[in-house]
Nanobody, 114 residues
């Protein structure tokens, strides 16, 4: 499974960004896709994930502001980020879970200025 992420950038606080992650390769039976982030000096943390049941799960810090969605026709997962805060600044990584194996995309930088 290969994951190609895009959509990061620099935005002012209160602004919005949408991240995209396209999966390719052996994409059958990918159970869960999601987004993680890692800020400087901090551990990587889960931001949001969505399973084949289409039930999304969010970190408390982003609930009500971020929305994850998955387009099965395009093999793509999206993360719509609204009301961004400086503390959302991090490198965001796309993740796919398939048969207990984690696959990672390259990170995309999100920087929120105050």
């Amino acid at each position: 499974v290969q994951l190609q992420a895009s959509g990061g950038g620099l935005v002012q606080a209160g602004g919005s960004l949408r991240l995209s992650c396209a999966a390719s390769g052996s994409i059958f039976n990918i159970a869960i896709m999601g987004w993680y982030r890692q800020a400087p000096g901090k551990q990587r943390e889960v931001v949001a994930s969505i399973s084949t049941s289409r039930t999304p799960i969010y970190a408390d810090s982003v609930k009500g502001r971020f929305t994850i969605s998955r387009d099965y026709t395009k093999n793509t997962v999206y993360l719509q980020m609204n009301s961004l805060k400086p503390e959302d600044t991090a490198v965001y990584f796309c993740n796919a879970k398939k048969t207990a194996i984690n696959y990672w995309g390259q990170g995309t930088q999100v920087t929120v200025s105050s």
